[in-house]
């Protein structure tokens, strides 16, 4: 039994512009959600709304900040965290998926099966990367609140936590499928246990699949 154990709910923001584009966000700045993204977010406050979290935490990207404030509204008060950033992927920021495929083939191969073999010029540090979203959903869990949080993040933040907690080899991290606006919960027992992976309330056509590359953003 877990009951009345903190929980933590990993929301992947809603579909953002460049996700429909397929293009790579990683860090850039000035993403903002498209449409569709901004129906999913409304949607997805039907769900957040109904948890009854102690806290609020959300990546300071643009992206993340939208979705959080059209779910939950500019009278929520939001703790805004640089450390849940997505993964920076350097050069290939900015590069739609289909490019990247037609011209770097093998690489963006070796990208979905061994992460951790494949350097990207001017990209974080994958091992630094799940060290800085370890430390930063941890210290979550720590927090004197003592209560649930919700915390607004990355399609890549979630799959590298989920790495962590599950002991699984970082060459996994993209063997997760995660929806746009979707809500991963943890609940903190004697260790990080996964309670559920995913799970979305969307509009009719809301459903949107940018998972991969794409989805680093």
């Not at 290939?92 to 289909?98: H, N, P």
């Not at 990207?120 to 060290?131: L, M, N």
């Not at 209560?147 to 890549?156: E, Q």
């Not at 809500?183 to 699949?209: H, N, Q, Y």
């Amino acid at each position: 039994m877990d009951h009345g154990k903190r929980k933590l709910y990993l929301v992947r923001h809603a579909e953002s512009v460049w996700n429909a584009e397929r293009r790579v966000q990683g860090t850039c700045t000035g993403i903002l959600l498209s449409e569709r993204g901004r129906e999913q977010a409304r949607f997805l406050g039907k769900s957040l709304r109904a948890i009854e979290a102690a806290a609020v935490y959300c990546s300071d990207a643009e992206r993340a900040v939208e979705t959080a404030r059209l779910a939950l509204g500019n009278g929520r008060e939001i703790i805004f965290m640089e450390e849940l950033r997505e993964l920076s992927l350097g050069e290939w920021e900015g590069r739609s998926i289909v490019e990247l495929w037609e011209k770097e083939t093998d690489l963006i191969d070796r990208w979905y099966r061994e992460p951790t073999k494949v350097r990207v010029k001017g990209a974080e540090d994958i091992f630094s990367f799940r060290d800085r979203i370890v430390r930063a959903i941890e210290t979550i869990g720590r927090a004197p609140h003592g209560g649930d949080s919700i915390i607004v993040t990355h399609g890549g933040v979630i799959c590298a936590y989920l790495t962590h907690i599950l002991g699984m080899d970082l060459d996994g991290l993209w063997s997760f499928s995660l929806p746009n606006a979707s809500i991963t919960t943890i609940v903190l027992d004697f260790k990080p246990r996964l309670r559920s992976f995913g799970e979305t309330v969307l509009p009719p056509g809301g459903a949107s699949d940018s998972d991969g590359v794409s989805s680093s953003g």
